[in-house]
């Protein structure tokens, strides 16, 4: 009987009581917005982001929606992060570069694809914890730096991705610089609850262009629409 | 004693008004402005509050009356004295950011209404049994009422000037605990100076060691002190704001940089103002900080031609002076009425920053624009306005600000002002929804149609980068060699036309490329005939603002509310109109709280009676009449004076020390007289909603003291006649004892609605329109005594 118990307890324990709401979360506010890509969906449905937010908002960490996580910095909206993933192709063999670790979600999704994500976080107080959580977490090939993202990270580059988490005024040259032919950055550009566009940045050659996406769910406002 | 009172009421009038405008300098830096005012809307509600208390009490307080307003006195010194500390302390303190993330932060904002309710109640209610018990010589009370309110708005001008904002509660404290001191009893003496020593003891304690200032995670200073190795290097607090310099090597600046830039870019220390970023230090004569200049979208100008005068409106920190210089301009004008930031940077850190200001090519004006475009002659060949909007948006937190520079009047003004070749230039953030460009092009759009241009599209340029575009407006049409170098510019930057003459719609969308290029049809649509249906269909507001509607930033249409609602979800939504819908929540709320307090009298059963409607009309007539009448007049002095802070307090001056003068004579009129007064203020306001606008026009170019006394003449005559129906009003109803607090709160609560009420008839109709209400409440006063009750 005390057997019996025992193993109730180490099951109630190891159960992850949020499996249903994260599963949830995919099917209505991901996959039912045209985000397609298995990799992405896997990693979405794999991360447990209730890890990621502060204690006092757990029960809201699978809701539609950005949440404080303290320093005037945000987790994104679990679509954005899906839909910023699946942007840049990630894929197996892939570095992966991320500026703005924040709590160290978006560089979990990211692990759960890629062979290694480098990320940087410039706040010391955010960027410790995330170290320390990602570790216990054993992802292992995640490797946080505090540091200001600005230069990059450019012995480890060039990088098949850059994930732009904390986006400033203007892209930093060293970022262009630091990815590879081919590769894409993606940068997202809105205040903190309102992530209104995304930028995607594309190197061929000599020319760097861009383009300015914007999340599947809005219309144009034009006429007659 | 009657003279003693008389001062003691005046001193604790200045307290309260000047600490009200401490209050929303200090709730500005911790949170934005527009919850500066709807908390301090909230906290007026004091004054209606104790009209009710009074209602229902007024037996009970008139016989303590003697004790009950020293008491109450000292209580209001306290209050003002540590409200500050408690609303920031721990559990407490709200965050505006957060208030639509955590119901928590609901209860908390409730939380700091209650507290910064306090100090408004207990002072409004000393003054409502003074009135109380000198309805007969109310006409002396209520002067020294408005005297000492509007004292104490030039008194918190010079406070503010003097002392570190965070001091001026304890500062202020001290006057309603004087004026309880001037006019301390024997009943209970002791028990009211306890209680004065207690006031006193906090004020010096918070004098001494005030509390910090808790800013939201989400104002950009906050965040910016974040990143490594940030520290303020200056701080200077004035009535423009708190003035705060930051440095980090990890602040940089360059907005909208091309991708085609690879050089380095130099570390900036960073200006703020009420915790606001106001911006980056730029440095002179150095090419290799300032060669990124030419990399940016706002360069366009100078990639078509030379520059030689340049005139740069509203400089801020000096970037586009930077920009002038690197580009060999040989004359820069820059205007830019922060006096503070411009004498800091020319004076205090002079050593250290190398300012453009002070560059022997540069002049600078330390005045508003608008005001400097009315008294310089000059033509420019290039004119340079201010970038609008913000890297990811503002959430909309700047659509209740008059923006004088961006109107319709202003731009034509510029186009005066340009040589044959001259341009016209302004940036915008690209937001989404696009609405800020799209504006600015309206605006441009319609200048040129105001003065004659038949073919706008001639004379119209734009550029557009990954996340910024500039507007060119040329005097002339663009030449062929204009469009050429123009095309030049962009290859080189990566960079893409928008707007040029006879061009090809691929070249749009070549290096930044939008997935939804409806933006091209709406830029086409507002260069074209179409402009007005775009207005109309389009999901935001895109009319060009006018000198009567200011507001350039201001873009939510209430009709398409449910819509935006469904497109953008529950959540997100609020942050994308923030402003608009926190004056509209303001008014709903003040106006439910306003209705019970004056609703709650009418349940006693001896108040349930027909007249007491009348009483409703009259009063509530009154406070709504002159508070549009002072909201209108602060905005339209701001672009006569040149600065918020000068309007404000001149404007609030005038008004209340004339309507004391007022109020004073009133004494010798008889109650009957009101009806005809009503009437000579109805018509004073419907002229001068026609007149004051030209007037102001014609003397803007005379020096700033002249403007004060113009000021002063132009206030003085219908702010005197104002002043005299409230006093006359209590005469007229004092028969009815009960009525008096009553009045008194009706008149409090409907100033309070006026406040935000005002300010949404502006935004959607314009000045005009509340000139005109403020005329119907006057009627409506006029109405109310001609009703048989008052006969």
Request: charged letters at 15%; hydrophobic letters at 50%.
């Amino acid at each position: 009987m005390r057997m019996l118990v025992a193993f109730l307890v180490a099951v109630l324990l190891l159960s992850d009581p949020f499996e249903a709401a994260r599963e949830k979360m995919v099917r209505t506010q991901i996959a039912a917005r045209d985000v397609a890509d298995s990799a992405t969906l896997r990693a979405m449905r794999t991360v447990q982001r209730h890890l990621f937010v502060p204690e006092t908002r757990r029960d809201a960490a699978y809701d539609d929606r950005p949440l404080p996580i303290g320093y005037g910095q945000t987790i994104s909206q679990p679509y954005i992060v899906a839909y910023m993933t699946e942007l840049v192709k990630p894929r197996r063999g892939h570095r992966v570069l991320e500026i703005g670790t924040g709590s160290g979600y978006q560089a979990a999704v990211l692990a759960e694809i890629v062979d290694s994500v480098f990320t940087i976080e410039i706040i010391t107080e955010l960027a410790k914890p995330a170290a320390d959580l990602l570790k216990n977490l054993n992802y292992n090939n995640v490797v946080v730096k505090n540091a200001d993202g600005y230069y990059g990270w450019k012995e480890k580059g060039p990088f098949d991705a850059i994930v732009v988490t904390a986006a400033a005024e203007h892209i930093p040259p060293p970022l262009v610089e630091q990815l590879k032919e081919g590769g894409k950055m993606i940068i997202p550009v809105g205040t903190p609850f309102f992530v209104q566009t995304l930028t995607l940045v594309e190197k061929k050659g000599k020319e760097v262009s861009t383009k300015s996406l914007i999340p599947v769910r809005f219309v144009p406002l034009t006429r007659g629409q | 004693m009657t003279a003693r009172l008389i001062i003691a009421v005046g001193l604790l009038s200045a307290a309260l008004i000047a600490f009200q405008l401490v209050l929303m300098q200090l709730l500005s830096i911790v949170q934005w402005h527009h919850f500066a005012y709807m908390v301090i809307s909230v906290a007026l509600l004091g004054f209606g509050a104790s009209g009710t208390f009074l209602a229902l009490t007024r037996e009970w307080i008139v016989k303590r009356a003697e004790s009950a307003i020293p008491l109450l006195m000292m209580l209001c010194g306290a209050a003002i004295a540590g409200v500050v500390a408690i609303s920031q302390s721990e559990s407490v303190r709200f965050d505006s950011y957060l208030l639509f993330v955590e119901r928590g932060q609901i209860g908390r904002l409730l939380l700091t209404y209650f507290v910064f309710f306090l100090p408004f109640f207990f002072g409004a209610l000393a003054i409502g049994i003074v009135f109380i018990r000198n309805v007969d010589q109310i006409g002396k009370f209520y002067a020294s009422n408005l005297l000492g309110s509007g004292l104490g708005g030039l008194l918190a001008v010079v406070l503010l000037w003097m002392f570190a904002l965070q001091k001026l509660p304890a500062v202020l404290g001290l006057l309603p605990v004087l004026s309880g001191l001037l006019i301390v009893s024997a009943q209970n003496r002791r028990v009211t100076l306890v209680v004065g020593a207690a006031a006193l003891a906090l004020s010096a304690s918070l004098f001494f060691s005030p509390s910090q200032l808790q800013l939201s995670d989400y104002k950009s200073l906050k965040r910016t002190l974040n990143l490594p190795d940030a520290e303020i290097v200056f701080e200077r607090s004035s009535p423009y704001g708190l003035v705060q310099i930051v440095s980090s090597p990890a602040l940089r600046y360059a907005p909208g940089l091309s991708l085609a830039y690879r050089g380095p870019l130099a570390n900036r220390d960073v200006v703020f103002n009420n915790a606001d970023w106001f911006g980056p230090v730029f440095v002179a004569q150095r090419h290799d900080t300032t060669q990124v200049l030419r990399y940016m979208s706002f360069a366009l100008p100078y990639a078509m031609q030379q520059r030689d005068r340049v005139l740069i409106l509203q400089a801020k920190t000096g970037m586009f002076v930077a920009q002038a210089l690197e580009q060999h301009a040989s004359e820069i004008v820059a205007v830019e009425a922060h006096d503070v930031v411009v004498s800091a940077l020319k004076r205090e850190l002079a050593s250290s920053t190398d300012s453009p200001f002070f560059h022997p090519d540069v002049s600078v004006h330390t005045v508003d624009p608008r005001t400097f475009l009315q008294s310089d002659t000059a033509r420019y060949d290039l004119i340079v306005l201010p970038t609008l909007d913000a890297f990811g948006g503002t959430s909309g937190v700047y659509a209740l600000q008059e923006q004088y520079l961006l109107t319709k009047q202003a731009f034509r003004e510029m186009w005066g002002k340009l040589s044959a070749t001259g341009v016209l230039a302004i940036s915008s953030w690209m937001d989404y929804p696009v609405r800020n460009p799209l504006r600015a092009l309206a605006t441009l759009v319609e200048t040129l149609e105001d003065e004659g241009v038949a073919q706008p599209h001639q004379h119209l340029a734009a550029v557009r980068s990954w996340g910024m575009i500039t507007f060119a407006m040329k005097r002339s049409p663009f030449s062929e060699q204009d469009v050429q170098n123009i095309r030049e510019y962009c290859t080189l930057m990566m960079f893409d036309p928008v707007l040029l003459p006879a061009m090809a719609g691929s070249e749009r969308n070549r290096f930044n490329i939008l997935q939804d290029t409806s933006f091209f049809s709406l830029v086409d649509g507002i260069v074209s005939d179409k402009r007005k249906a775009i207005y109309s269909d389009y999901g935001f507001n895109l009319t060009p603002p006018t000198d009567d509607r200011p507001y350039f930033s201001q873009f939510l249409k209430w009709k398409t509310l449910p819509r935006m609602r469904e497109l953008f979800g529950e959540h997100a939504f609020p942050f994308l109109e923030l402003g608009s819908l926190i004056i509209a929540v303001t008014l709903v709320q003040i106006v439910i709280v306003a209705v019970l307090l004056i609703l709650l009298p009418l349940l006693k059963k001896k108040m349930i009676d027909a007249g007491r409607w009348r009483v409703v009309l009259l009063f509530g007539g009154l406070g709504l009449g002159y508070m549009f009448v002072e909201m209108v007049l602060i905005q339209r002095f701001v672009l006569f004076l040149g600065h918020p802070i000068y309007a404000t307090a001149a404007v609030i001056g005038a008004m209340l020390v004339c309507s004391g003068m007022g109020s004073w004579v009133s004494s010798r009129l008889p109650p009957s007289s009101l009806k005809t007064i009503g009437l000579i203020v109805a018509l004073s306001i419907l002229v001068y909603a026609v007149s004051i606008t030209p007037i102001l026009h014609s003397f803007m170019s005379l020096p700033l003291w002249l403007k004060f006394v113009l000021t002063f003449l132009l206030i003085a005559p219908p702010a005197f006649v104002m002043g005299i129906p409230f006093p006359l009003g209590l005469r007229l109803v004092s028969q009815h004892e009960s009525v008096v607090p009553w009045a008194w709160g009706i008149n409090g609560c409907m100033s309070v609605i006026a406040a935000p009420l005002a300010i949404l008839l502006a935004v959607e109709f314009g000045f005009s329109v509340v000139m005109i209400s403020a005329a119907a409440c006057y009627i409506l006063v006029f109405a109310a005594v001609k009703l048989p009750q008052f006969s």
